[in-house]
């Protein structure tokens, strides 16, 4: 079972690699690095919440696990 500090330390690291890649698709569509990064940094603080939690409830899941 992976800790709550490895959990956040991937999702983190998970969340630095879409940051990136939503910034540059923001300012591909609307030309605007203001614009782009604004939606990339929404995208990347929902995006991290949202991990964070489905890896926690997937600990408390057994189906698929090897005993």
């Known amino acids: 079972m992976d ?3 490895r959990t956040l330390f991937k999702a983190l690291l998970w969340n630095l690699l879409g940051l ?3 910034s540059a698709v ?3 569509f609307t030309g605007s690095a ?3 990064g604004s939606l990339a ?3 990347t ?3 991290l ?3 964070v939690l489905y890896e ?3 600990l408390h899941v057994a189906w698929g696990r090897d005993v």
Do not use: D, E, L, Q
């Open 3 to 5: 800790s709550r500090k």
């Open 20 to 22: 990136a890649a939503m």
């Open 26 to 28: 923001g300012f591909a």
């Open 34 to 36: 203001v614009t782009g």
């Open 41 to 43: 940094i929404a995208n």
């Open 45 to 47: 603080a929902i995006g």
């Open 49 to 51: 919440v949202s991990y």
């Open 56 to 58: 926690r409830a997937w």
